[in-house]
């Protein structure tokens, strides 16, 4: 496939009136991933709770006092992550939020990716070893998939293939270590691609999100946190937290004392999923920003136009000493409010919305609302211009 071709994408059939068919949606509803698979099992009803038939089916978790004093806001694990950019990018879905960033990744994928495409589908079942909730940085977990051993490979295969048809050629990855080494290849060019590319955006985002999670639990405590995290998919009936499952796929998952990680998904827009075997506990992907405009979400936002000449650019007004220290403020505490932020800068409140207010419009920063409040965290370009040598606190020219 020559560069800039377009790379081709099957889009996943809507069956909306079929409630056992694992394509009942456009939109996924829950992954469960267990004992090697990943189950992205759809839901089809926009209601909550509540499919056409008015059955009610949900996957329960169960919290002690232990598990509430123990659930805590993390940052997204790169494997999840991927998996849900990856299904995301062969679905409909969102298109106000992702369709560019398809149109640009289907220009750059090339016929390597077909691989991980084949094993991680628009929705259904897909090997555990590709979608680890594992903590680590991208390229650590990535190379942790090539050494992963031929038991666990066989296993989470077999697992997924009693739910989801894999191509023939899956059947010898356990014990073809040539094929294995093309799917890890193949792996690493869809996260080039894919996820590479953004993962300042997304981390930054998570970090925007999991400011107003933390204010959520300081404010009415893990209980309002829990049910605030997708409302029209996710319900908090103490102490158990209930999930939509209209595909007939139900449970129970203790958490006997582990907590809950709870960890935002900016890929995974409107698809909640739960790793029910990672450790040290079990890993709940929700989607960021779900309360907010998809507007809120420039993901592949276009470049900013140059400043016309003789005039200054937002980002010239940077160079100076408080707007520097305002930024890197922001940073080490993103989602804070603006009277957070005055007090963290021994400013006047209306200074530093001010300052806020100019690193909004150069682009380094993001401003979300969470009611009356407006909670400011650092943007990919922002987290550059400090990691800079001469970016920082003190004056840069």
């Known amino acids: 496939m020559r560069p800039g071709t377009r790379f081709p994408i099957k889009h996943v059939p809507v069956s909306p009136t079929r409630s056992d068919s694992v394509f009942a949606s456009a939109e996924p509803d829950i992954d469960v991933i267990r004992s090697g698979a990943n189950n992205g099992i759809p839901g089809e009803s926009p209601r909550l709770f509540r499919s056409e038939l008015g059955e009610l089916v949900v996957y329960r978790i169960h919290f002690t006092v232990e598990d509430l004093a123990r659930t805590r806001v993390g940052q997204p694990p790169p494997l999840l992550e991927l998996s849900a950019a990856v299904r995301s990018l062969q679905s409909r879905s969102h298109p106000v939020r992702f369709d560019a960033w398809r149109r640009a990744a289907c220009g750059s994928l090339d016929p390597r990716a077909r691989m991980v495409l084949d094993l991680i589908p628009p929705e259904g079942w897909a090997p555990t070893f590709l979608t680890s909730a594992s903590a680590g940085g991208p390229q650590e977990l990535l190379e942790q998939v090539r050494a992963t051993p031929q038991s666990r490979i066989r296993r989470d295969l077999a697992h997924a293939a009693e739910r989801q048809a894999f191509p023939p050629w899956a ?13 890890c ?12 590319p953004h993962w300042a955006h997304v981390t930054s985002e998570a970090a925007a999100d999991r400011g107003i999670r933390t204010r959520q639990a300081l404010t009415g405590g893990v209980e309002r946190l829990l049910a605030s995290l997708h409302p029209r998919r996710i319900r908090w009936n103490p102490p158990v937290l209930e999930f939509a499952m209209v595909s007939g796929f139900d449970g129970d998952l203790y958490l006997e004392g582990r907590g809950l990680l709870l960890v935002p998904s900016v890929f995974g827009a409107g698809s909640p999923a739960i790793d029910v075997d990672a450790e040290p506990q079990p890993v709940m992907r929700y989607p960021v920003g779900h309360d907010q405009p998809a507007g809120s979400l420039p993901f592949c936002a276009s470049p900013a136009l140059p400043a016309p000449p003789g005039t200054r650019s937002p980002l010239a007004l940077l160079l100076g000493r408080t707007r520097a220290a305002v930024l890197h403020t922001i940073a080490e505490h993103p989602g804070c409010s603006t009277k957070e932020l005055a007090t963290f800068t021994s400013l006047a409140s209306p200074s530093a919305s001010e300052h806020a207010t100019t690193l909004r419009g150069a682009g380094l920063i993001s401003t979300i609302r969470h009611h009356n409040t407006a909670l400011h965290s650092p943007t990919a370009l922002g987290l550059a211009l400090l990691n800079t040598p001469t970016a920082g606190p003190s004056p840069v020219g």
């Open 185 to 196: 290849d193949s792996l690493d060019h869809v996260h080039a691609v894919l996820l590479a």
């Open 171 to 183: 059947r010898r990855l356990a014990d073809d270590s040539g094929l294995l080494r093309q799917l």
